[in-house]
């Protein structure tokens, strides 16, 4: 005890010590997952993270690991990633988030990690039957998608999968698909943790949990990056989606709450 104190950490983050373990593990599981794929951090974390604590904390935590590890990442992914495209998901999100949030004020601490599991395990389902989205892609369907995945990352924390499942029916190179989903998940979260803090939920707890998670998360994404390699994609699918689906049966057995 007395040398944390000369560490100075504070009172509140040690206070929020025995949850940091599984929120540690759930972070590196997702940094790994989104290094490689591009996608699956909330739906590989937000199971860990409902299990220990309440749901606005974990959206707390996620978005700001989130915003902090790929960070480094960024202006690679922008190199390859349609910008037109990115404004106009960024757009129709931050117009639907508002009333997502709304029903997350509705659900209980129970309630949102049953939802979140059941989700991610519905959408893991649907990804990997290979059913694709097979709309249009006009401005208006963009921002559409872009709406549906700001109402999942208000309610649920999960902004992704509307976007992914649009663009793995586009026939676009797949670095081009992993940049726009990289960088669009990122600015998903700048906008629900913006809001979060304008409704006056930001507590010391899960900041400062989320920016020593964020560390980890950082290192676990850097290591998935490197795994990654163009031509094989459909291993890393298989992969994520076995990670993903553990973690949301996890979420639903809760052994850890």
């Known amino acids: 005890m007395e040398y944390l104190a ?23 599981l997702a940094g790994v997952v989104r290094g490689f794929s591009g996608f699956g951090t909330a739906m590989v974390f937000l199971p860990f993270a409902s299990s220990v604590v309440q749901p606005v904390w974990a959206l707390i935590i996620l978005c700001i690991m989130d915003i902090i590890g790929p960070t480094l990442m960024s202006p690679k992914m922008a190199r390859n990633a349609n910008a037109g495209e990115l404004v106009r998901l960024t757009i129709g999100a931050a117009v639907a988030m508002p ?14 990690r049953y939802a979140v599991s059941l989700l991610t395990l519905c959408l893991v389902a649907v990804m990997a039957s290979g059913w694709r989205y097979h709309g249009t892609s006009s401005n208006m369907a963009v921002f559409g998608i872009g709406g549906l995945g700001g109402l999942l990352a208000g309610a649920t924390g999960l902004p992704g999968p509307p976007v992914m499942l649009f663009y793995l029916a586009r026939p676009l190179p797949t670095v081009s698909i992993r940049a726009n989903i990289f960088i669009y998940l990122i600015l998903a979260d700048v906008l629900l943790l913006a809001m979060l803090s304008i409704r006056g939920w930001l507590s010391p707890e ?52």
């Not at 000369?6 to 590196?28: C, H, K, Y």
């Not at 009333?99 to 949102?112: D, K, Q, T």
């Not at 989320?210 to 994609?233: C, M, T």
């Open 206 to 257: 899960p900041v400062y949990a989320g920016f020593a998670i964020a560390l980890i998360y950082l290192a676990a994404l850097g290591i998935g990056s490197l795994l990654f390699r163009p031509g094989r994609e459909g291993e890393y699918r298989i992969a994520a989606y076995a990670i993903i689906a553990g973690s949301a049966v996890l979420g639903l057995i809760n052994p850890i709450g």
């Open 6 to 28: 000369s560490l100075q950490i504070p009172e509140t983050l040690w206070n929020f010590r025995d949850e940091l373990g599984w929120l540690a593990v759930g972070a590196i």
């Open 99 to 112: 009333f997502g949030i709304a029903l997350l004020e509705m659900l209980s601490h129970g309630m949102f």
